[in-house]
């Protein structure tokens, strides 16, 4: 059973862009918005050499890593092939415009 939390507007995440969201423990959390609004919550660390996924180019369902151009799946955070790896990936929903993450 998840805890939604709220963390931020919809509109406070650029369209193609990410913020993130930063936690004690555990890393951070990057929040991406696609074109289409769709939002999804990947851990702020690509599997490749922990680049800042937030930092990314965000197209379609996927973001690349800005170190070594790895794309990540935003659905799943897995790595496309032929790369192989993945992140981890948090539940988020989008209700009246605000921004809710699974803790």
């Known amino acids: ?13 650029p369209r193609l862009g990410a913020r993130v969201v930063q936690r004690a423990a555990g890393g951070d959390i990057a929040i ?5 609004d769709e939002v999804f919550a990947l851990h702020d660390k690509c599997p490749h050499k922990g680049g800042p996924l937030s930092q990314g180019i965000v197209h379609d369902r996927k973001v690349t890593c800005p170190l070594h151009g790895w794309n990540i799946g935003l659905q799943d955070g897995r790595a496309v ?10 539940e988020v929903k989008v209700e009246e415009g605000r921004v809710f993450l699974a803790v």
């Open 1 to 13: 059973m998840s805890n939604w939390k709220p963390v931020c507007l919809l509109e406070d995440i």
């Open 32 to 36: 991406f918005r696609n074109a289409d």
């Open 81 to 90: 092939a032929p790369d192989a790896g993945h992140c981890g990936r948090f």
